[in-house]
Structure formats: structure tokens, C-alpha cells
């Protein structure tokens, strides 16, 4: 049997005769890429984790949600930026190699990161602050773009194809260690020192210790060899002149990319973000469970679930992609409202059992434009009766209604009426209906807490888990980093990432706690309907064509 071109260009350069076959180091290269992954996940995601405390730190004071709503659209700037990244590194990725692209990015994001955790607060600088930290978060946006796709392509091209579901899902894991391993710092952090010298400067810590990071990451990486697959397209000379015009200018391409966003990427983004990251803030803002409870129950919820991505990435290998992660968007947007009223009731009993009997009604003139919040978020704080009033309610995760009219601002807590908003007042009535003080501390029911949780983490490692070798085999080789990054940043930056602002923002507007949910089951029921009409199956395509 003669050799075809494409495997005696392989061996001509000392590879595998088949690329689809293991390397020898396949471990190295795990781990390798996982390392320098988790390390950009880690550096990506503490800011998401701290958060909480940057609306008073980089915006200004005087109200409170706004000031968070600030901070959560910081967040989401980061994600603004990812698809550009993606298009950006995956064409250095397609022409340059897999290698060298995924070292500028990890060097970008580090530098990114450790500037955050330099930077002078808004009393010191003002406006400044914030602009700054808009524009780090930008970079490090632009470094995750590239970065992800072209991990998870490098390490698909080096698996053999009966373990690419499998090999693959090590990278899957790196996004939830990466916040694992934020959490833990964060959490060292915080148990190390009194809450205001946290405040005051320990939050800068994990953000400048992640050069260290950065210096292991980056030697390991540089001690790998560039992808097999790639080194034979190259020597084959099939390699793309223009990848991104090729992967959005021909039609067939252009459908992969479309079917890869709305068909697998949008349903995983939404349901990983709202399980990891809102979570979070629900425990911590919404349900007013401490930081360090909130922090504990996650890791042990992220230890329990994590082993779920091997185990969805083993079974794809066996049963295929599809529709495991389908499956997984069907019972997410059946099941995440449940399980986030059940995170209510055993996360804060008392505050359940308060809103359970509560409705606070808000009616005015001014309430009629206000109904938006969001148009109120870089606006001077506290502009009407009616937006203080949400904010105040909405920051104690009190239930209301707005019923907008021409008649004057009132505010009906039970049988009391004010013709006025005043907090001291509004506060005692809540008391009085049996609204928990800041000063009694939630008494989660914490093994109930932390199995929600797991549920929560279970159902991200089912769509997850298999999303990386679907992925790398639904491109072809010539434009895999590309069409793979571009897919996935569109999907998790603009639809994943603002998931925590977007359910936030619309929670302010409409008084309901779970409101915000239904964009995250809107997006999972959306996905399942695509994909199961649009999207192929994989797990047997060659990824060496």
C-alpha cells in the first residue's frame, strides 16, 4: 500500500503516520496546555469572584446596586472583547501555529491581571479607576479569546481518535480549577485577615501573586512541540492564507461557526456562567449567606462535580457528543429554576420564609421611566423616589411590583403606606414583617446547599464535558484554531459572560429574585431545539482533513 501524500509528509518530518494516533508525551502536552489554561482561567476569573467589592472600590458611592451593576458589566466588558481575541489568535493560530499563539496570550493576560491589582482605587484617581479597569479587563478578554480554542485544538491534534473526547475534557476541567483555585486564594486571603484590611488591600493579592503563576505556565509551555496535525497540514502545503475570510466568507464554513454558537456554545456558556459565577453572587448578595460559607460550599460542590467533565468526556468517546450535551441544555432549562428556589429556601430559611408572605408595592409617576434599571446604571445614584426605592428593596432581596401611574410616589409595606421614600422608615416596616437584619447572620442548611450546588455543577460538566472534541471535529484543520475560538468566544463572551449582569439587571427591574433566570433556560431550551435539528455528530470525523 503506497503512502498518501499527506503521510509521507508526516513521516518526512518525523511524525505518526496517523496524527489521529497518540503522541508518546500526550500526558506532557495535557499537561502543559491544562496548566497554562488554568492559569489564565484563574487570573480571568478572580475578578469575577471579588466582584462583589469593586463596585465601592472602582465606582462611585451612593448606590449600592448600581455600583454592583457597575462592576458586573466590568466583568462582562471582559467578555466583550473575547471574540475579537478569537479572531485575532485564531488566525495567528491557523498560519503561525497552535504553539507560539496560545504563549502571547497567556503573556497578555498575566500582565493584564497584575495591573488590576496595582491599580488606585476611584478615591484616589476618580474617574480614572474605572476607565483603567475597564480596559484591563479588555485585554484580558482579548487573551482568553485566543487562548481556549487554540488549548483544546493543540490537544485534540495530538489524541488518538478513539480518547479525543476524553484528552479533551482535561481542558474542559481548566475553567472550573482555574475558579476553583481563585476561590481558594480568595478564601486563604480573606481567613488571614480582619474584613476591613481585606477591603482595604488584601483584595490585591491573588491578583499580584498571579505572576508567579504566570512564570511556572509559561516555562512549562515552552517545553512543548507544536501540534502534529498542524506541522503536517504546513508541510503539506495546505495551510490558509486568510483563515478568518475563509472561515466567514464561504458559506459552508460560515454555517459551522453559526450551528456551533446557537447549536452547542450559547446553551453551555449560559448554563457554566449562571451555575459558577451567579450562583455566587446569589449567595452572597441576593441570599446574604457570608463569603467564607458561600466560598466553602462552591469548593466542595466544584470538588464533588469536577470528575463529571472526565467521566462526559470519557462517554462521548463511547456514545458520542451530541447529544449529551443536548440532554444536559434540556434538563438545565428544566431544572435551574427549581434548584435556584431551593438554593433560597435552604440558603437563607429566614429570609424565605420572610418573602413568602411579602410584596411590597411601589407605584408613582416617576416609576413609569424607570422600569429599566439598567438605564440608570451610569447615572447620578438616587435621581428618583422610585429608583431608590428598587434599589433599596432589590439589595435585601425583598419581593415588589411596580404599578406605574400618573398618581403620586407611594411605597405599601403590608398595611403601611409612605408617601415618601425614606430608608430608615421603609427598614423598620421590613423588620416588622419579619425581614432579617444585617446583623443575624443566614443559617444555611449547608449539605443541602452544597447538593443543589453539585446539581448546578453536574448539569455544566454534561454540556461541557464533551464541547472541546465536538468542537475541533466540526472545523477542518485549515481553519480549526479559528472556526473553534471563534465559536466558542461568541458563544461564552457575548451570551455566557453578561449572563450574571443581564439576570442581575433584570432581577432590579422586575422585583422577583428568580427573574433573571430565564435568560439562562431561554438560551439552554434554544441550543437543545438547534442542535438537535442542526447539529451533527462528531465523534467519528477525521481531524486530520
Known amino acids: 500500500m503506497q503512502p498518501t501524500p499527506s503521510s509521507a509528509a508526516a513521516a ?89 499563539t496560545f504563549l502571547m496570550t497567556m503573556i497578555i493576560m498575566g500582565i493584564a491581571t497584575a495591573a488590576v491589582g496595582i491599580l488606585p482605587t476611584f478615591d484616589t484617581i476618580g474617574w480614572w479607576a474605572p476607565v483603567i479597569l475597564v480596559s484591563l479587563r479588555l485585554l484580558q ?67 499580584i501573586g498571579s505572576l508567579g503563576l504566570l512564570a511556572v505556565s509559561l516555562y512549562i509551555r515552552l517545553k512543548l512541540e507544536e501540534s502534529p496535525v498542524f506541522q503536517q497540514m504546513k508541510a503539506a502545503g495546505k495551510g490558509s492564507k486568510n483563515p478568518i475570510a475563509e472561515t466567514f466568507g464561504n ?18 456558556a449560559v448554563i457554566w456562567y449562571t451555575g459558577h459565577f451567579y450562583s455566587l453572587y446569589f449567595m452572597t448578595t441576593t441570599l446574604k449567606m457570608s463569603h467564607e460559607n458561600a466560598y466553602t460550599y462552591l469548593l466542595a460542590a466544584l470538588a464533588l462535580g469536577t470528575p463529571f467533565f472526565l467521566f462526559f468526556g470519557w462517554l462521548s468517546d463511547r456514545i458520542g457528543r451530541k447529544w449529551i450535551v443536548l440532554t444536559g441544555c434540556v434538563l438545565s432549562a428544566a431544572l435551574f429554576m427549581p434548584l435556584f428556589q431551593g438554593l433560597a429556601t435552604y440558603g437563607n430559611p429566614a429570609l424565605a420564609a420572610f418573602r413568602s408572605h411579602t410584596l411590597v408595592q411601589i407605584q408613582g409617576d416617576d416609576c413609569r421611566e424607570n422600569q429599566s434599571f439598567v438605564g440608570q446604571l451610569f447615572r447620578p445614584a438616587a435621581t428618583t423616589a422610585c429608583t431608590r426605592a428598587k434599589s433599596f428593596l432589590s439589595a435585601h432581596a425583598v419581593p415588589y411590583e411596580i404599578q406605574a401611574g400618573k398618581q403620586p410616589f407611594s411605597i405599601r409595606v403590608g398595611y403601611q403606606t409612605f408617601q415618601r421614600f425614606d430608608e430608615s422608615e421603609l427598614r423598620t416596616a421590613l423588620t416588622a414583617q419579619g425581614l432579617p437584619t444585617d446583623a443575624t447572620p443566614a443559617e444555611p442548611n449547608g449539605p443541602m446547599v452544597v447538593a443543589i450546588l453539585f446539581v448546578l455543577v453536574f448539569l455544566a460538566t454534561m454540556v461541557y464535558g464533551p464541547l472541546g472534541a465536538l468542537l475541533v471535529e466540526l472545523f477542518p484543520t485549515r481553519i480549526r484554531y479559528s472556526g473553534v475560538s471563534v465559536a466558542l ?45 442542526a447539529l451533527p455528530e462528531t465523534r467519528h470525523n477525521d481531524i486530520s482533513q
Not at 256 to 264: D, M, S
Open 12 to 100: 518526512a518530518i518525523g511524525m505518526p503516520r496517523h496524527p489521529a494516533q497518540a503522541s508518546p508525551d500526550t500526558r506532557k502536552v495535557i499537561l502543559g496546555a491544562a496548566l497554562g489554561t488554568v492559569f489564565e482561567w484563574y487570573d480571568f476569573f478572580i475578578y469575577g469572584s471579588l466582584a462583589v467589592f469593586f463596585g465601592a472600590l472602582f465606582f462611585p458611592k451612593g448606590n449600592e446596586t448600581a455600583a454592583l451593576l457597575a462592576a458586573l458589566a466590568t466583568f462582562g466588558a471582559g467578555f466583550v472583547l473575547r471574540p475579537f481575541g478569537a479572531i485575532v489568535f485564531g488566525r495567528l493560530g491557523d498560519m503561525i501555529g497552535r504553539k507560539r
Open 141 to 207: 478578554g482579548l487573551a482568553v479569546g485566543g487562548e481556549f480554542g487554540g488549548a483544546v485544538t493543540y490537544v485534540a491534534e495530538h489524541s488518538s481518535g478513539d480518547r479525543r473526547g476524553l484528552t479533551t475534557s482535561w481542558i474542559q476541567i481548566t475553567a472550573t480549577l482555574g475558579l476553583f483555585l481563585s476561590v481558594i486564594v480568595i478564601l486563604a486571603c480573606r481567613q488571614s485577615m480582619s474584613a476591613e484590611a481585606f477591603a482595604d488591600w488584601g483584595w490585591r493579592i491573588p491578583f
Open 251 to 268: 458559506r459552508r464554513n460560515l454555517r459551522l461557526v453559526l450551528i456551533a454558537i446557537f447549536g452547542i456554545v450559547a446553551g453551555q
Open 489 to 533: 468566544q461568541f458563544g461564552n463572551g457575548w451570551i455566557g459572560g453578561f449572563a450574571p449582569f443581564v439576570a442581575t439587571a433584570i432581577v432590579v427591574s422586575s422585583g422577583s429574585i428568580f427573574a433573571g433566570l430565564w435568560y439562562t433556560v431561554g438560551f439552554a431550551a434554544l441550543t437543545a431545539i438547534i442542535g438537535a435539528i
